[in-house]
């Protein structure tokens, strides 16, 4: 099936400590991003990225880092900086230059223990 | 996950009747909508897209119609079914940098047997 995995589904950070969040596509989409959704709020946008090896902050980028160094792949790592990070995070995929209709993972749930 | 959608409007309705799911969008300049569909604990899925040179466009039972003047989108879900049921979004493309979509913050829909 193709699709975009998101893993793992639930993921529990200590203090102080980074955590990664992982996210393929075998949909051989250009772009991918990465959503913050916290209650009540609509998706925010954390980081994108439009082509391998390239990389841009969206609007929530503080604390948090990625890389794409493969197309099928674009981690996410949420550092300690990132100091309230209890929420639910979507990766996206999309095939179009003009990143529009996106295609997103299941996301993950990061807790703070 | 259950972070998702504590504190948002909702719409009752009872199975079989028709549901009508309202957007106000922010930026007269966007020239592409696109609902999403977000059940518990999973990520948004695509249900309709809609450009600025129309006014309406129907899917399967879903119409989404469009009021530029007003900036007002709705989605329209025709006999409601229980799996309805969801977190709807609506999203538009501003044409800010990098031509990413700005989500709204959803509407939950409750379909009562």
Redesign the interface.
Not at chain 2, 1 to 8: A, N, P, R, T
Not at chain 2, 98 to 106: A, D, H, I, Y
């Given at each position: 099936d193709g699709g975009i995995t998101q893993s793992p589904k639930y993921l529990f950070r200590k203090e102080g400590q980074n955590v990664t969040l992982s996210c393929e596509q075998n949909l051989n989409h250009d772009a991918m991003y990465w959503y913050r959704q916290d209650p009540g709020q609509g998706l925010r946008l954390i980081y994108y990225s439009q082509i391998v090896n390239d990389f841009q902050k969206g609007d929530i980028a503080e604390g948090y880092s990625v890389s794409r160094e493969k197309k099928e792949s674009f981690p996410l790592t949420v550092t300690s900086a990132q100091k309230n990070p209890t929420a639910f995070y979507l990766c996206a995929s999309s095939s179009d230059a003009t990143n529009e209709k996106l295609f997103f993972g299941s996301g993950t749930q990061l807790s703070v223990l | 996950?259950?972070?998702?959608?504590?504190?948002?409007p909702t719409l009752s309705v009872q199975e079989g009747d028709n549901s009508i799911i309202n957007c106000a969008y922010s930026n007269s300049a966007s020239d592409?909508f696109?609902w999403?569909k977000q059940e518990s604990?999973?990520?948004?899925?695509?249900i309709i897209?809609i450009r600025s040179n129309m006014d309406k466009r129907q899917g399967q039972r879903v119409t989404v119609l469009l009021n530029k003047t007003v900036k007002h989108l709705s989605l329209q879900i025709a006999a409601t079914q229980p799996g309805d049921s969801a977190v709807y979004?609506c999203?538009e493309?501003t044409n800010n940098a990098?031509?990413?979509?700005?989500?709204?913050?959803?509407t939950r829909l409750m379909v009562k047997p």
């Open positions: - | 996950g259950e972070s998702v959608g504590l504190h948002l592409y696109i999403y604990g999973k990520g948004p899925q695509f897209d979004f999203a493309n990098g031509n990413m979509l700005t989500f709204g913050g959803g």
